[in-house]
């Protein structure tokens, strides 16, 4: 099978595709029928289809319409000086155009083998959400009453080594200068009564 062949059977195959999902959408889908092998059959079963698809629904009028009432648009006139391509030149742009439709049909082909990832971890991930948002909020709760109980306790450890340091120190220092005190009242009473014993021997 050369380049040219090959881009034909791809495009029947890209025009059948089509026809077959408007036929899924439109309700209109044949089942049992025998599938066309040769080029004219499939040509008379695409032409057959769409007459039953014209019969059926008015889309196909609808687009006819619309074809003829906005040529202008939907079909713009060549501008002056391009010349309309003949048979031959087609076929040529068509052969040369036959490798990318080859290569994008292998393309979307990997991609429909490719398996899409699960979604029941993701699902499972919300259904969880609400309950991590409940203990990042209990989190935050413990970490503010963590913090409020370090400062008391830091106050606490203040209070109590203001109480059984700093004042033990005040009330020894505070008897050690009354000790300080009376020693100095007894020797100096016992330098007097020594002083009046040695008159009371001379």
Known sequence: MDEYEEAVLFTFALLESRLSRLEYILGSKREGHEEPKTVPERIHKIERSLQELSTKTGLLSDARQLLSKHQDILKPEQEAGDAPLDTEERAVMVVERAPQFATTASQLKTLEDQQIPSTDGFTQLAKLLPRIAEAE????????????MRKKNGLL???????????????WTEWQGRLQNVQKTIARIEFKKKQGEEEDDL
Do not use: N, T
């Open 137 to 148: 909020d209990r989190h935050l709760q413990q970490a503010l009453q963590i913090s409020h």
């Open 157 to 171: 450890v203040q209070r109590v080594k203001q109480v059984q340091f700093l004042s033990a120190a005040r009330c």
